[in-house]
Structures are given as C-alpha cells and as structure tokens.
C-alpha cells in the first residue's frame, strides 16, 4: 500500500489455488474490515497500518480462492485470523 510516509510491499500467502473468482472482493472485505476496526480515514493510516490492512486483505483473499465461487467461497473471520496466525 501506499500513504503519505511511502510504499509499503505485502507478501502474499502461499495456499492451493483452485478458483480466483472473488478474491479481489475478499482482499477488500479483508482490507476494509481491519480498516474500520482501526476506526481511521484512509488518509490518517500509517505506512504500518496500511500494510496490516493489507495483509488482511490478503488472507482472505488467499483462503477464498482456495475453493470454487464467489459468494460460497468469502471465508469467516475466523478463517482469515487462522491464516494470519500462521
């Protein structure tokens, strides 16, 4: 991500991909979710912050093409912290 204090790069995570239909959709539900627990505008997020929020992102992103579809694949929360820890 990018803010006012630089660019940021964000690994992504290593998983079996079978079906990339939704995954630009749960990265932002992933990005915006942790964005809004941290009760900030997009433009008051720190270089830091933005890269949580990215990496969020991309663990939903990640656990949701690991099965087929769209809606039936966005993961729980809980699946995303499970990734996270990891």
Do not use: Q
């Not at 749960?26 to 942790?34: D, S």
């Not at 993961?75 to 990891?86: I, N, V």
């Amino acid at each position: 991500p990018a803010t006012a204090s630089g660019v940021r790069h964000v690994p992504g995570f290593s998983v079996n991909a079978v079906d990339t239909t939704g995954a630009g959709d749960a990265f932002w539900g992933g990005f915006l979710h942790r964005m809004l627990t941290l009760d900030k505008a997009p433009e008051e997020l720190t270089g830091d912050e933005a890269a949580d929020c990215a990496r969020w992102g991309c663990a939903t992103a990640a656990v949701c093409v690991t099965r087929r579809g769209a809606i039936p694949a966005m993961p729980s929360l809980a699946e995303a912290e499970a990734l996270l820890a990891e």
